[in-house]
């Protein structure tokens, strides 16, 4: 069951164009650093969440349910901005990352770059990806 938001969300919510699927692309950025750390998706009640508690909440649309960054993992992102782009179809997180942000146990999903013309990793592993999140 959707759980309504408050009120006082309800306008900057409105201001966020979802997709026919219900979802928008949302990037988590490093508040400091401006790090790229990984690209999720949202529904309505993800975004009203991390509004309302100030800890990054995401769409699974592998688990079919909301995603709570670090639930079980520790690996948790606290929301310093929420910002909307120029057509209000795709969001910004400026968060503060506690450990890592990827499932591969590294601190960034890019972690892959294209250097002469070849798929190079750029970043290692810092921890145990068995590591549910």
């Not at 670090?70 to 910004?92: I, K, M, P, W």
């Not at 990352?97 to 770059?113: E, I, K, L, N, Y």
């Amino acid at each position: 069951m959707t759980k309504e938001p408050e009120p006082v969300l309800t306008p900057l919510l409105d201001a966020i164009v979802f997709g026919a699927d219900g979802l928008v692309p949302a990037v988590a950025q490093q508040h400091d650093s401006g790090e790229v750390l990984m690209l999720a998706w949202m529904n309505r009640e993800a975004v009203a969440e991390t509004l309302r508690t100030g800890r990054a909440c995401y769409w699974s649309r592998s688990r079919g349910r909301l995603w709570r960054k670090g639930e079980t993992s520790g690996q948790f992102q606290r929301l310093v901005e929420l910002r909307l782009d120029c057509d209000g179809d795709a969001l910004l997180l400026m968060v503060d990352q506690t450990g890592v942000a990827c499932h591969t146990g590294r601190r960034s999903c890019f972690f892959r770059a294209v250097r002469d013309g070849r798929l190079e990793t750029v970043a290692e592993v810092l921890i145990d990806p068995a590591t549910p999140d």
